[in-house]
T-cell receptor
């Protein structure tokens, strides 16, 4: 079936560097995309979202880019901090009930 | 605001036992969702409730039932637990408005079925 997937299962970056986490989606009908952060033992925490009529959206230290041509999402984290270490999921939303389909996640580790 | 709360936090069941996972939200959201998360994987939708009084199946509904008790509460019931239902269960409610349509998640219930 159609799904959202991630390119890399793990990513290690030095503290202070920028991080880029990638995600591919396959359902062209999806019109809303979200990035979640999940720390160990906790529920997913909303980071940033983007609608399909946008290419880029910026938040505090985070930017999401959407390339509909190749069905690709990315999450950029500026000046990565130890507190950013977590699993990051992309999710796509579609349908009248706005169900989320999640990717399998990328483990981000920030090295001192 | 407490957001989305779930009880219990942990539960161990024997095969064949039943239990109900409770979820409540105090954000006045119409839509609520139940997901399960298996180790190293993303969340998969079990059931959802688009509004009070309605429920629908998600991707993996077999072995589960739900009840939307009122606008605040959405419970998930396992009638006869199986080891394959060992997982972490997350409840979510969805904000929809001028700021977007974000789903907010509870802290999860960790279930082990022996």
């Amino acid at each position: 079936g159609e799904s959202v997937g991630l390119h890399l299962p793990t990513l290690s970056v030095q503290e202070g560097d920028n991080s880029i986490i990638n995600c591919a989606y396959s359902n062209s009908a999806s019109d809303y995309f979200i990035w979640y952060k999940q720390e160990s033992g906790k529920g997913p925490q909303f980071i940033i979202d983007i609608r399909s009529n946008m290419d880029k959206r910026q938040g505090q230290r985070v930017t999401v880019l959407l390339n509909k041509t190749v069905k690709h999402l990315s999450l950029q984290i500026a000046a990565t901090q130890p507190g950013d270490s977590a699993v990051y999921f992309c999710a796509e939303s579609r349908g009248s009930a706005r169900q989320l389909t999640f990717g399998s996640g990328t483990q981000l580790t920030v090295l001192p | 605001n407490a957001g989305v709360t779930q009880t219990p936090k942990f539960q161990v069941l024997k095969t064949g036992q039943s239990m109900t996972l409770q979820c409540a939200q105090d954000m006045n959201h119409n839509s609520m969702y139940w997901y399960r998360q298996d180790p190293g994987m993303g969340l998969r939708l079990i059931y959802y409730s688009a509004s009070e009084g309605t429920t629908d199946k998600g991707e993996v509904p077999n072995g589960y039932n739900v009840s939307r008790l009122n606008k605040r509460e959405f419970s998930l019931r396992l009638e006869s637990a199986a080891p394959s239902q060992t997982s972490v269960y997350f409840c979510a409610s969805r904000y929809q408005g001028s700021l977007g349509e974000t789903q907010y998640f509870g802290p999860g219930t960790r279930l082990l079925v022996l």
